[in-house]
């Protein structure tokens, strides 16, 4: 009868899949304190739990009849199994009716049945106290698993969200030793192949062997640390296979404990190759979509420069090709005649020259960067040194210069500066008419600097005007006039170089302007200087 009901109990219990718990990260202990921790204690604390009930089931037995004894003992039954497991709860249900036998069936303290019906109230008890005691113990191992399977997740969707982040292999490798290692309690090595498909190490790591990361990327297989071919390895290699191919190798190294064999561990860690394998395929493909931009990008500035160039380059050729086939029929030439058209030939020559200039300055702007050669210098001075070169392109027009006397020095590299304008009142001569007036202002507001260059002419063909400081844009891009959209690219390289900024506005009802924000600093002490 016994054994039925423990069979019973089994079969109860042992319904359905089995809920034990496992955790990602175990502590490696000894055996004999894992048999104590997981058998000795429980059985202990149940032990003392049941003796416990029995004295409460002495006091109350003068109050209640020996039917609602049973109930106490099966309610601590199920206490049991609730917070001490199956063993537990069983060897509770053992301990409970022998409780009840020894001390409230007559003859009393003794295990002997006076009366045969108990043997039916004792195999029923014990089974009843088996079967809900299983069952409690169960429902209590699916509570468990249920909190670790939410670990589990959350662990991955942090995981997941941190790799969606990363848009470097660096930043998956520093995730993987950072965020990974942690979660299974092992050293983690992340496998890499570089340009020539040869693996590397993302990290340094010396617990990493190189063959058998090899064989793993080969054959996009599992080895090392209890798989085969390698199973004697210290370290477990995994490869993370993504959907196009294998992206690297993970390499998992049990230091003070194993590395994790658990199926539900197993799961997890096949989960975080799957999420690491898709992040380096992620990163590698916007790797490939930028080198395509670079290349395609390259190409059209490329076609732009030529189709630009080719153009204005041709046309002062041409012209100083013309003026000195001119010259070389000098009779057929006026009095005067010549010095014109040398004045022509050294204008063409100036335009090409200034054309060759912008376009190597940007060049080397955007490959170098700008170097900046900062000294203090009054504005003033350098307003009238740009207008001075600017006299020829502004000859005719009415131009005036409107700067405060009290204006602080600024620290800038002068030339680049007097570069900044010159190219202003250059575009203001071109696009302006001839009869527009042109006017240099400056105003200070704070710590900033305003520089203003504007022209009373047609203005700006569109509203948004940020597109004429990219290299190559034109406003009037089927305009015959000279340029092929350089001198305003390489003012705002200078500009931002002096950690100022430039925009172009519109202004009412006709005009443009170009507007110069530049940071203004402490200038030195001129006075302290020269006394000393």
């Avoid at 009843?128 to 113990?137: D, N, P």
């Avoid at 539900?264 to 999420?275: E, G």
């Avoid at 100083?320 to 086939?325: D, F, K, P």
Wanted: charged share 20%; proline share 6%.
């Amino acid at each position: 009868m016994l054994r039925a009901c423990a069979a019973l109990a089994d079969r109860i219990a042992g319904a359905g899949p089995d809920p034990r718990p496992t955790l990602a990260v175990r502590e490696a202990r000894p055996r004999t304190h894992v048999w104590v921790s997981q058998y000795a204690v429980p059985l202990l604390l149940a032990t003392l739990v049941c003796a416990l009930a029995t004295l409460a089931a002495s006091a109350l037995l003068r109050v209640f009849d020996l039917s609602n004894v049973v109930m106490l003992f099966l309610m601590t039954v199920v206490l049991i199994a609730l917070r001490l497991g199956r063993l537990a709860g069983a060897w509770a249900a053992f301990v409970c009716v022998g409780c009840f036998d020894f001390f409230f069936v007559e003859p009393r303290l003794s295990f002997a049945v006076s009366d045969t019906q108990y043997v039916f109230t004792f195999a029923l008890m014990l089974a009843v106290a088996l079967a809900i005691g299983q069952l409690a113990a169960r429902l209590r191992a699916e509570a468990r698993a249920a909190r670790a399977n939410e670990k589990r997740s959350a662990a991955l969707a942090r995981v997941a969200h941190d790799l969606s982040a990363a848009i470097e292999t660096e930043q998956i490798a520093s995730i993987c030793t950072g965020t990974i290692a942690p979660l299974l309690g092992v050293r983690v090595a992340l496998v890499l192949p570089d340009a020539d498909d040869h693996l590397m190490p993302a990290q340094h790591a010396r617990f990493v062997e190189a063959p058998i990361a090899r064989w793993v990327h080969e054959n996009a297989r599992g080895a090392g640390c209890g798989l085969p071919p390698f199973e004697h390895a210290a370290a477990q290699y995994l490869p993370l296979k993504a959907p196009m191919r294998v992206r690297g190798v993970l390499v998992l190294f049990g230091d003070a404990q194993p590395v994790p064999t658990d199926p539900d561990d197993r799961r997890l860690i096949d989960a975080l190759c799957s999420s690491v394998a898709m992040a380096l395929e992620r990163v590698h493909y916007v790797g490939v979509a930028q080198h395509t931009l670079v290349r395609i990008e390259g190409e059209r500035l490329r076609n732009a420069l030529l189709a630009a160039v080719s153009h204005d380059l041709k046309t002062p050729l041409t012209a100083i090709r013309g003026l000195a086939e001119t010259l070389e029929r000098p009779e057929r030439l006026a009095d005067g005649q010549p010095a014109a058209l040398a004045h022509g030939i050294r204008n063409q020559a100036e335009a090409l020259h200034g054309l060759v200039v912008n376009l190597l300055d940007l060049a080397r702007m955007q490959s170098e960067g700008v170097r900046l050669n900062r000294e203090w210098h009054m504005l003033d001075e350098i307003v009238g040194s740009a207008l001075a070169h600017s006299a020829g392109v502004l000859a005719g027009r009415d131009v005036s210069a409107d700067l405060p006397a009290d204006l602080p020095l600024i620290d800038v590299d002068a030339l680049l500066i007097e570069r900044v304008l010159m190219n202003l009142l250059d575009n203001a001569s071109k696009y302006a008419g001839t009869d527009a007036a042109v006017a240099v202002r400056a105003r200070v507001f704070g710590e900033t600097l305003y520089v203003f260059v504007e022209d009373d002419g047609p203005g700006f063909v569109a509203r948004n005007t940020e597109p004429l400081f990219e290299p190559f844009e034109r406003e009037r891009k089927e305009s015959s006039i000279s340029g092929v959209g350089l001198g305003l690219a390489l003012c705002r390289s200078i500009v931002n170089a002096h950690g100022g900024s430039i925009r172009a506005v519109p202004l009412d009802p006709h005009g443009a302007r170009f507007e110069i924000r530049l940071p203004l600093g402490a200038p030195p002490d001129i006075e302290h200087e020269s006394r000393t």
